[in-house]
Protein backbone atom coordinates (compact mmCIF):
# COMPACT_ATOMS: atom_id res chain seq x y z
CA UNK A 1 0.00 0.00 0.00
CA UNK A 2 2.91 2.53 1.17
CA UNK A 3 4.72 1.54 -2.17
CA UNK A 4 1.53 2.35 -4.35
CA UNK A 5 0.46 5.53 -2.60
CA UNK A 6 3.82 7.25 -3.30
CA UNK A 7 4.16 6.08 -6.39
CA UNK A 8 0.51 7.66 -7.00
CA UNK A 9 1.53 10.65 -4.95
CA UNK A 10 5.25 11.57 -6.94
CA UNK A 11 2.64 11.34 -10.21
CA UNK A 12 0.13 13.46 -8.66
CA UNK A 13 3.46 16.31 -8.08
CA UNK A 14 5.44 15.30 -10.90
CA UNK A 15 2.40 15.91 -13.28
CA UNK A 16 1.06 19.21 -11.45
CA UNK A 17 0.79 21.72 -13.95
CA UNK A 18 1.80 24.49 -11.45
CA UNK A 19 5.10 22.79 -10.96
CA UNK A 20 5.59 22.06 -14.38
CA UNK A 21 5.00 25.79 -15.24
CA UNK A 22 7.35 26.94 -12.20
CA UNK A 23 10.16 24.58 -13.46
CA UNK A 24 10.03 26.05 -16.87
CA UNK A 25 9.96 29.37 -15.41
CA UNK A 26 13.31 28.39 -13.72
CA UNK A 27 14.99 26.54 -16.65
CA UNK A 28 13.96 30.08 -18.73
CA UNK A 29 15.27 32.12 -16.71
CA UNK A 30 18.46 30.02 -15.90
CA UNK A 31 19.02 29.79 -19.44
CA UNK A 32 18.43 33.63 -19.61
CA UNK A 33 21.20 34.64 -17.20
CA UNK A 34 23.75 31.61 -18.48
CA UNK A 35 23.67 33.21 -22.74
CA UNK A 36 22.53 36.77 -21.82
CA UNK A 37 23.77 37.84 -18.63
CA UNK A 38 26.75 36.39 -17.39
CA UNK A 39 28.95 36.53 -20.78
CA UNK A 40 29.23 40.46 -20.04
CA UNK A 41 28.09 40.66 -16.26
CA UNK A 42 31.54 42.43 -14.73
CA UNK A 43 32.39 40.72 -11.77
CA UNK A 44 35.09 42.49 -9.31
CA UNK A 45 37.90 40.39 -10.89
CA UNK A 46 37.20 41.55 -14.22
CA UNK A 47 39.73 43.72 -15.92
CA UNK A 48 39.62 46.25 -18.47
CA UNK A 49 42.66 46.57 -21.13
CA UNK A 50 41.77 49.69 -22.52
CA UNK A 51 40.55 51.34 -19.61
CA UNK A 52 44.29 50.49 -18.49
CA UNK A 53 45.94 51.57 -21.13
CA UNK A 54 44.02 55.19 -20.77
CA UNK A 55 45.45 55.58 -17.15
CA UNK A 56 49.06 54.21 -18.10
CA UNK A 57 48.82 57.06 -20.40
CA UNK A 58 48.33 60.00 -18.34
CA UNK A 59 50.55 58.39 -15.57
CA UNK A 60 53.26 58.66 -17.91
CA UNK A 61 52.28 62.25 -18.94
CA UNK A 62 52.41 62.96 -14.91
CA UNK A 63 56.27 61.10 -15.19
CA UNK A 64 57.09 63.03 -18.34
CA UNK A 65 55.78 66.39 -16.71
CA UNK A 66 58.10 65.61 -13.36
CA UNK A 67 61.33 64.94 -15.34
CA UNK A 68 60.88 68.07 -17.10
CA UNK A 69 60.84 69.56 -14.03
CA UNK A 70 63.55 67.52 -11.99
CA UNK A 71 60.77 66.71 -9.80
CA UNK A 72 62.06 63.07 -9.24
CA UNK A 73 63.19 62.91 -6.04
CA UNK A 74 62.18 62.48 -2.33
CA UNK A 75 59.27 64.61 -1.10
CA UNK A 76 59.81 66.02 2.45
CA UNK A 77 56.00 67.09 2.37
CA UNK A 78 54.77 63.64 1.68
CA UNK A 79 57.79 61.53 2.95
CA UNK A 80 57.59 59.32 -0.13
CA UNK A 81 59.81 59.22 -3.31
CA UNK A 82 56.28 59.43 -5.29
CA UNK A 83 58.40 59.85 -9.02
CA UNK A 84 59.88 56.09 -7.82
CA UNK A 85 56.63 54.84 -6.86
CA UNK A 86 54.74 55.75 -9.76
CA UNK A 87 57.42 54.86 -12.59
CA UNK A 88 57.55 50.85 -10.40
CA UNK A 89 53.87 51.34 -10.65
CA UNK A 90 54.00 51.69 -14.42
CA UNK A 91 56.31 49.18 -15.42
CA UNK A 92 54.26 46.47 -13.78
CA UNK A 93 50.54 47.68 -14.73
CA UNK A 94 52.34 47.72 -18.39
CA UNK A 95 53.61 44.08 -18.17
CA UNK A 96 50.68 43.60 -16.93
CA UNK A 97 48.00 44.71 -19.84
CA UNK A 98 50.93 42.87 -22.07
CA UNK A 99 50.13 39.42 -20.42
CA UNK A 100 46.87 40.39 -20.55
CA UNK A 101 46.81 41.02 -24.37
CA UNK A 102 48.76 38.11 -25.12
CA UNK A 103 46.47 36.13 -22.96
CA UNK A 104 49.18 34.68 -20.57
CA UNK A 105 47.14 34.69 -17.84
CA UNK A 106 49.45 32.83 -15.24
CA UNK A 107 51.89 36.14 -16.07
CA UNK A 108 48.74 38.33 -15.69
CA UNK A 109 47.96 37.09 -12.57
CA UNK A 110 51.27 37.57 -11.04
CA UNK A 111 51.29 41.02 -11.93
CA UNK A 112 47.96 41.56 -10.84
CA UNK A 113 48.90 40.26 -7.12
CA UNK A 114 51.80 42.87 -7.04
CA UNK A 115 49.74 45.68 -8.49
CA UNK A 116 47.01 45.01 -6.09
CA UNK A 117 49.78 44.86 -3.30
CA UNK A 118 50.88 48.40 -4.64
CA UNK A 119 47.44 50.25 -4.74
CA UNK A 120 45.85 48.87 -1.94
CA UNK A 121 44.78 52.56 -0.76
CA UNK A 122 43.43 53.22 -3.81
CA UNK A 123 41.30 50.45 -3.23
CA UNK A 124 39.43 52.29 -0.32
CA UNK A 125 37.54 54.71 -3.29
CA UNK A 126 35.87 52.21 -4.94
CA UNK A 127 32.43 52.88 -5.17
CA UNK A 128 31.01 49.30 -5.50
CA UNK A 129 32.41 48.81 -1.95
CA UNK A 130 32.38 52.28 0.03
CA UNK A 131 28.35 53.36 -1.47
CA UNK A 132 26.41 51.59 1.05
CA UNK A 133 28.79 50.13 3.48
CA UNK A 134 28.44 51.27 7.11
CA UNK A 135 32.41 50.10 7.75
CA UNK A 136 34.02 50.60 4.49
CA UNK A 137 38.04 49.86 5.68
CA UNK A 138 36.87 46.49 6.78
CA UNK A 139 34.81 45.35 3.77
CA UNK A 140 37.77 46.43 1.58
CA UNK A 141 40.44 44.95 3.89
CA UNK A 142 38.41 41.66 3.63
CA UNK A 143 37.61 41.91 -0.16
CA UNK A 144 41.39 42.27 -0.98
CA UNK A 145 42.10 39.12 1.56
CA UNK A 146 39.87 36.97 0.25
CA UNK A 147 40.96 38.08 -3.32
CA UNK A 148 44.49 37.14 -2.61
CA UNK A 149 43.69 33.59 -1.36
CA UNK A 150 41.88 32.99 -4.38
CA UNK A 151 44.72 34.13 -6.53
CA UNK A 152 47.29 32.00 -4.97
CA UNK A 153 45.43 29.26 -4.79
CA UNK A 154 45.02 29.66 -8.61
CA UNK A 155 48.81 29.36 -9.21
CA UNK A 156 50.02 27.01 -5.92
CA UNK A 157 47.62 24.20 -7.57
CA UNK A 158 49.10 24.95 -10.98
CA UNK A 159 44.94 25.16 -12.10
CA UNK A 160 44.72 25.88 -15.61
CA UNK A 161 44.28 29.92 -15.20
CA UNK A 162 42.27 31.08 -18.12
CA UNK A 163 40.42 34.69 -17.88
CA UNK A 164 37.07 32.75 -16.90
CA UNK A 165 39.05 30.97 -14.23
CA UNK A 166 40.23 34.65 -13.01
CA UNK A 167 36.17 35.71 -13.33
CA UNK A 168 35.22 33.11 -11.44
CA UNK A 169 32.36 31.85 -14.50
CA UNK A 170 33.59 28.53 -14.40
CA UNK A 171 31.06 26.00 -13.89
CA UNK A 172 31.93 25.14 -9.93
CA UNK A 173 32.54 28.93 -9.27
CA UNK A 174 29.56 29.99 -10.50
CA UNK A 175 27.65 27.45 -8.35
CA UNK A 176 29.65 28.39 -5.44
CA UNK A 177 28.90 32.17 -5.91
CA UNK A 178 24.71 31.39 -6.05
CA UNK A 179 25.19 29.66 -2.70
CA UNK A 180 27.21 32.28 -0.80
CA UNK A 181 25.18 35.04 -2.54
CA UNK A 182 20.98 35.73 -1.44
CA UNK A 183 20.02 33.85 -4.44
CA UNK A 184 20.29 30.38 -2.42
CA UNK A 185 16.77 31.19 -0.70
CA UNK A 186 15.44 30.17 -4.46
CA UNK A 187 16.70 26.60 -3.89
CA UNK A 188 14.36 27.10 -0.50
CA UNK A 189 11.46 28.37 -2.48
CA UNK A 190 11.35 25.58 -4.33
CA UNK A 191 10.71 23.21 -1.56
CA UNK A 192 7.75 25.62 -0.32
CA UNK A 193 6.33 26.26 -3.53
CA UNK A 194 6.35 22.18 -4.29
CA UNK A 195 4.87 21.12 -1.19
CA UNK A 196 2.13 24.02 -0.63
CA UNK A 197 -0.60 22.09 -2.40
CA UNK A 198 0.85 18.91 -0.77
CA UNK A 199 -2.62 18.05 1.44
CA UNK A 200 -5.04 20.98 0.09
CA UNK A 201 -4.98 19.33 -3.22
CA UNK A 202 -6.81 16.22 -1.54
CA UNK A 203 -9.99 18.56 -0.86
CA UNK A 204 -10.95 18.48 -3.74
CA UNK A 205 -11.29 14.60 -3.81
CA UNK A 206 -12.14 13.82 -0.52
CA UNK A 207 -14.16 11.05 -0.75
CA UNK A 208 -11.43 8.79 -2.71
CA UNK A 209 -8.97 10.01 -0.24
CA UNK A 210 -11.17 9.51 2.87
CA UNK A 211 -11.68 6.12 2.08
CA UNK A 212 -7.45 5.00 1.89
CA UNK A 213 -6.91 2.53 4.82
CA UNK A 214 -4.12 4.45 5.84
CA UNK A 215 -3.47 6.77 9.74
CA UNK A 216 -4.19 10.42 9.16
CA UNK A 217 -0.79 11.09 10.66
CA UNK A 218 0.76 8.34 8.14
CA UNK A 219 0.06 9.58 5.37
CA UNK A 220 1.25 13.07 5.89
CA UNK A 221 4.61 11.40 6.48
CA UNK A 222 4.34 9.80 3.03
CA UNK A 223 2.91 12.85 1.26
CA UNK A 224 6.17 14.55 2.99
CA UNK A 225 8.37 12.25 2.08
CA UNK A 226 7.29 12.43 -1.78
CA UNK A 227 7.74 16.23 -1.60
CA UNK A 228 10.96 16.04 -0.56
CA UNK A 229 12.23 13.47 -2.85
CA UNK A 230 11.04 15.42 -5.43
CA UNK A 231 12.27 18.58 -4.75
CA UNK A 232 15.56 17.00 -4.79
CA UNK A 233 15.47 15.52 -8.22
CA UNK A 234 14.04 18.39 -9.69
CA UNK A 235 17.17 20.37 -7.87
CA UNK A 236 19.60 17.69 -8.79
CA UNK A 237 18.37 17.96 -12.66
CA UNK A 238 18.72 21.78 -12.60
CA UNK A 239 22.24 21.58 -11.09
CA UNK A 240 23.08 19.18 -13.60
CA UNK A 241 21.45 21.52 -16.35
CA UNK A 242 23.83 24.66 -15.19
CA UNK A 243 26.98 22.60 -14.36
CA UNK A 244 26.68 21.26 -18.36
CA UNK A 245 25.68 24.63 -19.66
CA UNK A 246 28.11 26.50 -17.88
CA UNK A 247 30.91 24.02 -18.77
CA UNK A 248 30.66 24.43 -22.58
CA UNK A 249 30.46 28.25 -21.83
CA UNK A 250 33.73 28.65 -19.36
CA UNK A 251 34.97 25.80 -18.37
CA UNK A 252 34.30 23.41 -15.33
CA UNK A 253 36.52 24.55 -12.65
CA UNK A 254 38.71 22.61 -10.44
CA UNK A 255 37.47 20.75 -6.57
CA UNK A 256 40.84 22.00 -5.46
CA UNK A 257 40.61 25.70 -5.71
CA UNK A 258 40.73 27.71 -3.11
CA UNK A 259 37.46 29.16 -1.03
CA UNK A 260 38.54 31.67 1.13
CA UNK A 261 36.98 31.91 4.69
CA UNK A 262 37.38 34.28 7.72
CA UNK A 263 38.09 33.69 11.27
CA UNK A 264 38.82 35.03 14.37
CA UNK A 265 42.51 36.12 14.74
CA UNK A 266 45.17 35.07 17.04
CA UNK A 267 46.26 37.23 19.99
CA UNK A 268 48.92 37.79 18.02
CA UNK A 269 47.72 38.96 15.01
CA UNK A 270 45.57 40.97 17.56
CA UNK A 271 48.19 42.93 18.42
CA UNK A 272 49.53 44.14 14.97
CA UNK A 273 45.14 45.35 14.83
CA UNK A 274 43.85 42.42 12.84
CA UNK A 275 40.50 41.84 14.15
CA UNK A 276 39.90 38.67 11.46
CA UNK A 277 42.83 36.01 9.85
CA UNK A 278 41.99 34.33 6.71
CA UNK A 279 42.34 30.64 5.66
CA UNK A 280 40.61 28.41 2.95
CA UNK A 281 38.80 25.14 2.52
CA UNK A 282 38.58 23.23 -1.09
CA UNK A 283 36.06 23.82 -3.46
CA UNK A 284 35.19 20.33 -2.56
CA UNK A 285 34.78 20.84 0.75
CA UNK A 286 32.71 23.77 0.43
CA UNK A 287 30.18 21.53 -1.48
CA UNK A 288 30.04 19.01 0.84
CA UNK A 289 29.50 21.43 3.40
CA UNK A 290 26.65 22.67 1.73
CA UNK A 291 25.19 19.33 1.13
CA UNK A 292 24.82 19.28 5.06
CA UNK A 293 22.40 21.93 5.05
CA UNK A 294 20.63 21.93 2.25
CA UNK A 295 18.70 18.38 3.09
CA UNK A 296 17.57 19.52 6.49
CA UNK A 297 16.48 22.77 5.04
CA UNK A 298 14.72 21.42 2.41
CA UNK A 299 12.80 19.15 4.95
CA UNK A 300 12.38 22.07 7.45
CA UNK A 301 10.11 23.76 5.04
CA UNK A 302 7.84 20.92 3.55
CA UNK A 303 6.70 19.81 7.69
CA UNK A 304 6.62 23.62 8.15
CA UNK A 305 4.15 23.71 4.95
CA UNK A 306 2.67 20.54 6.66
CA UNK A 307 1.30 22.31 9.47
CA UNK A 308 0.55 24.89 7.77
CA UNK A 309 -1.54 23.60 5.80
CA UNK A 310 -3.40 21.64 8.36
CA UNK A 311 -4.31 25.31 10.07
CA UNK A 312 -4.81 27.43 6.69
CA UNK A 313 -6.30 25.03 4.15
CA UNK A 314 -5.34 27.00 1.21
CA UNK A 315 -2.36 26.78 -1.06
CA UNK A 316 -1.78 30.10 -1.34
CA UNK A 317 -1.80 30.85 1.83
CA UNK A 318 0.73 28.51 2.86
CA UNK A 319 2.77 29.63 0.17
CA UNK A 320 2.56 33.10 1.03
CA UNK A 321 2.96 32.60 4.87
CA UNK A 322 6.08 30.40 4.00
CA UNK A 323 7.70 32.82 1.61
CA UNK A 324 7.25 35.44 4.68
CA UNK A 325 9.10 32.62 6.75
CA UNK A 326 12.05 32.34 4.27
CA UNK A 327 12.40 35.98 3.71
CA UNK A 328 11.83 37.07 7.63
CA UNK A 329 15.77 38.20 8.63
CA UNK A 330 15.25 40.40 5.61
CA UNK A 331 13.21 42.20 7.84
CA UNK A 332 15.42 43.06 10.92
CA UNK A 333 19.05 42.42 9.80
CA UNK A 334 21.37 44.92 9.41
CA UNK A 335 25.57 44.61 9.73
CA UNK A 336 24.60 45.71 13.49
CA UNK A 337 21.86 43.37 14.43
CA UNK A 338 23.07 40.98 17.02
CA UNK A 339 19.80 39.98 19.05
CA UNK A 340 16.15 40.08 18.47
CA UNK A 341 13.75 40.30 21.09
CA UNK A 342 17.00 39.62 23.56
CA UNK A 343 17.66 36.19 21.48
CA UNK A 344 20.83 36.25 19.96
CA UNK A 345 20.53 36.01 15.81
CA UNK A 346 22.92 32.91 16.22
CA UNK A 347 19.94 31.28 17.72
CA UNK A 348 17.61 32.03 15.24
CA UNK A 349 17.18 29.28 12.59
CA UNK A 350 16.38 32.07 9.83
CA UNK A 351 20.29 33.32 10.06
CA UNK A 352 21.30 29.74 8.65
CA UNK A 353 19.05 30.18 5.16
CA UNK A 354 21.91 31.92 3.85
CA UNK A 355 23.97 28.76 4.01
CA UNK A 356 27.03 29.77 1.92
CA UNK A 357 27.78 32.75 4.02
CA UNK A 358 27.93 30.48 6.78
CA UNK A 359 30.40 27.78 5.53
CA UNK A 360 32.51 30.93 4.74
CA UNK A 361 32.18 32.77 8.08
CA UNK A 362 31.08 36.21 5.89
CA UNK A 363 28.09 36.09 8.51
CA UNK A 364 30.33 36.44 11.30
CA UNK A 365 31.73 38.93 9.45
CA UNK A 366 28.89 40.96 9.11
CA UNK A 367 27.86 41.63 12.12
CA UNK A 368 31.12 41.21 14.44
CA UNK A 369 30.64 37.55 15.58
CA UNK A 370 32.26 34.52 16.32
CA UNK A 371 28.74 32.60 17.09
CA UNK A 372 27.51 31.90 14.02
CA UNK A 373 29.43 28.64 12.94
CA UNK A 374 28.54 25.63 10.36
CA UNK A 375 28.36 23.52 13.49
CA UNK A 376 25.96 25.48 15.79
CA UNK A 377 24.09 25.97 12.64
CA UNK A 378 23.00 22.15 12.35
CA UNK A 379 22.43 22.37 16.16
CA UNK A 380 19.64 25.10 15.82
CA UNK A 381 18.24 23.52 12.78
CA UNK A 382 17.76 19.98 13.92
CA UNK A 383 16.42 21.80 17.08
CA UNK A 384 14.13 23.42 14.70
CA UNK A 385 13.27 20.08 12.78
CA UNK A 386 12.17 18.38 16.27
CA UNK A 387 9.92 21.55 17.38
CA UNK A 388 8.19 21.49 14.17
CA UNK A 389 7.97 17.60 14.36
CA UNK A 390 6.32 17.63 17.71
CA UNK A 391 4.10 20.79 16.48
CA UNK A 392 3.21 18.85 13.16
CA UNK A 393 1.80 15.96 15.74
CA UNK A 394 -0.41 17.52 17.77
CA UNK A 395 -1.80 19.40 14.97
CA UNK A 396 -2.33 16.41 13.04
CA UNK A 397 -4.13 14.83 16.19
CA UNK A 398 -6.08 18.27 16.54
CA UNK A 399 -7.18 18.99 12.92
CA UNK A 400 -7.60 15.50 12.18
CA UNK A 401 -8.69 13.67 8.83
CA UNK A 402 -12.63 14.47 9.15
CA UNK A 403 -11.74 17.56 10.18
CA UNK A 404 -9.54 19.05 7.86
CA UNK A 405 -11.89 17.31 4.94
CA UNK A 406 -15.37 18.73 6.58
CA UNK A 407 -14.41 21.29 8.73
CA UNK A 408 -16.42 19.74 11.83
Request: charged content about 20%; hydrophobic content about 45%; overall charge positive.
Amino acid sequence: MNKALFIHEFKMISRSRKNILFIITLVALMLSYFFIILPVKQTPDSFDSNEVKLELKDLAAVQEGKKARGATGFSYMSGRAVFAENEYAYNVRNRMVYAFDDGNYTRFLRLRMIDMANNYMSQSMDEAIIRDSPFPGKDINHRFNQTIIRYEGYLTENHPITYKVIEQKTALQTVKQFLVSSAVLIVLFCAIYFSSDMLTKDRKNQSIMQGLPISWYRRINLKTTVAFFYTLLVLTGLLFLSIIVLTIQNGFGSFSMHVPISMQASAEELAYGNYYAYDFISMGRFFLLALGYLPILIYLFIRLNAILSLLLKNTWGVLMVGTIFLFSERIYFTRTTRDLFGIEISNLPQTYFDLGKIIVNDKNFLVNLETMTYEKGLLVLCISLVIVEVTLFIVSRIVNKRRFYYGV
